[in-house]
């Protein structure tokens, strides 16, 4: 009787450990789902901190060609603002001279009071400025293009002899697994570049000069420029002095 009992007991055992085995194997199952999600995720973070790093290298790219190309502009602008405005200054009226053929009068022991005066109307450099800016447009445009491929994308000239320039520049990705999410990075910039107007300017004819030749002479606070005139015409000025007064100061 008892081994017939033992026997009977075994089936019921067996039965009952069956829903523990289930529980075990569905657990399991939930670990394979948060460990596949969690590689996903990892793999994902991967994918975006890479394309993240390029995008910084973009922007960084970028910023360096609008730098470029605002500093460049500003630079051929402050040339010909120079050079426009010297040579809208009027040639010194003097009184009826003879030309000497149209030479340098020569010098002599003494100089009529009346030979002597000079009539000069100063004209300042601000009314210059605008053409002078805006005739730079091209530079910006080939430095970009030098500096990482950059394209202009705005070009405002505006007051108190700024430049300002946008820039944008995108590349293809350079991951292989970050290409297929994001084909392409892209970034944009900005800069100004502001052309530093000296303090105190104040220009003038040298003495002894006259209606043939004569010396534009200008004192600022950055020091002393020159230009020289014959017949009316600019002849020569300057350039490094005249760009010393007048510094580039690069803004973001």
């Known amino acids: 009787m008892s081994v017939q009992s033992d026997t009977a007991d075994v089936p019921v055992a067996a039965h009952r450990l069956q829903p523990g085995s289930q529980r075990a194997g569905g657990e399991s199952g939930q670990v394979s789902i948060s460990v596949l999600l969690t590689s996903l995720a990892v793999i994902g973070a991967a994918l975006a901190f890479m394309v993240f790093a390029e995008a910084v290298d973009v922007r960084s790219s970028t910023q360096k060609s609008a730098d470029a190309a605002?500093?460049?502009a500003a630079e051929d602008a402050r040339e010909k603002w120079i050079e426009a405005w010297l040579r809208a200054q009027n040639s010194p009226k003097g009184s009826d001279r003879p030309s000497?053929?149209?030479?340098?009068?020569?010098?002599?022991?003494?100089?009529?009071?009346?030979?002597?005066?000079?009539?000069?109307?100063?004209?300042?450099?601000?009314?210059?400025?605008a053409a002078a800016a805006a005739s730079a447009y091209p530079t910006a445009i080939s430095y970009a293009r030098k500096n990482d491929g950059g394209t202009v994308t705005s070009y405002m000239p505006g007051g108190g002899n700024r430049i300002s320039v946008d820039v944008y520049r995108a590349k293809q990705s350079e991951s292989p697994q970050g290409k297929k999410f994001v084909p392409t990075v892209g970034g944009k910039s900005s800069a100004t570049a502001q052309v530093v107007a000296p303090r105190g300017l104040a220009c003038a004819p040298l003495p002894n000069g006259t209606v043939q030749a004569w010396t534009l002479q200008c004192v600022s606070a950055k020091g002393t420029a020159t230009a020289q005139y014959a017949e009316g015409v600019l002849v020569t000025w300057d350039k490094r002095a005249f760009k010393k007064m007048y510094t580039i100061r690069l803004d973001r």
């Open 100 to 129: 000497h053929g149209g030479g340098i009068l020569p010098e002599t022991g003494g100089t009529d009071k009346k030979e002597s005066s000079l009539k000069f109307t100063y004209k300042p450099p601000e009314p210059f400025w």
């Open 70 to 72: 605002a500093t460049a």
